[in-house]
T-cell receptor
Framework: DAGVIQSPRHEVTEMGQEVTLRCKPI?????LFWYRQTMMRGLELLIY????????DSGMPEDRFSAKMPNASFSTLKIQPSEPRDSAVYFC?????????????FGPGTRLTVL | GENVEQHPSTLSVQEGDSAVIKCTYS??????FPWYKQELGKRPQLIID?????GEKKDQRIAVTLNKTAKHFSLHITETQPEDSAVYFC????????????FGQGTELSVKP
């Protein structure tokens, strides 16, 4: 029974390069969340989708960040151009439905380092 | 919007002692309060949650209490073991914020053998 799948697990890139993070939610889940975790800012919600539609992107730090969910089984978070301050662990999580009291299941995360 | 404060930021206890982590929230509409445990280099994993219609919930050595009037909730771990060492996050969700969870800053728990 696969959980949330993220790729790559580690990404090292140079400043200015485009970075694409990928997420496959748990089958049957229709809510998907992208988080960023740093020591300074903790766990921050960047954006979340319900039934493939972005519901709240108020956490997206700036226009360099974009996210898509073209279908129920795939989402991407893109940073273009990347900057050293984007270095963090990016988690994707999914939930059975956008309703109260539903558990969010986290993926293993992508550790991004921007040099 | 919702704001969640978590204390303490670090907690060190001896094996076998109890540990308590406290969180306060600001939005009285919040009705779901999960706790996540994150081991070093791993993903956050749900360990227990509580809904606003319940005051306390227990699962073996872990318990969570909720005081809606005071808008605070706490995680209690009894008979702590070294494998309880991790970062613990509380979170709150408000009905008027859809599926969003607002997380506390985390508590790094260290259980010394």
């Amino acid at each position: 029974d696969a959980g949330v799948i993220q790729s790559p697990r580690h990404e090292v890139t140079e400043m200015g390069q485009e970075v694409t993070l990928r997420c496959k939610p748990i089958s049957g889940h229709n809510s998907l969340f992208w988080y960023r975790q740093t020591m300074m800012r903790g766990l921050e919600l960047l954006i979340y989708f319900n039934n493939n539609v972005p519901i709240d992107d108020s956490g997206m730090p700036e226009d360099r960040f974009s996210a898509k969910m073209p279908n129920a089984s795939f989402s991407t978070l893109k940073i273009q151009p990347s900057e050293p301050r984007d270095s963090a662990v990016y988690f994707c999580a999914s939930s059975p439905r956008l309703a109260e009291s539903d558990t969010q299941y986290f993926g293993p995360g992508t550790r991004l380092t921007v040099l | 919007g919702e704001n969640v404060e978590q204390h303490p930021s670090t907690l060190s206890v001896q094996e076998g002692d109890s540990a308590v982590i406290k969180c306060t929230y600001s939005d009285s509409a919040s009705n779901y309060f999960p706790w996540y445990k994150q081991e070093l280099g791993k993903r956050p994993q749900l360990i227990i949650d509580i809904r606003s219609n319940v005051g306390e919930k227990k699962d073996q050595r872990i318990a969570v209490t909720l005081n809606k009037t005071a808008k605070h909730f706490s995680l209690h771990i009894t008979e702590t073991q070294p494998e309880d060492s991790a970062v613990y996050f509380c979170a709150a969700r408000a009905l008027n914020q859809g599926g969003k969870l607002i997380f506390g800053q985390g508590t790094e728990l260290s259980v010394k053998p």
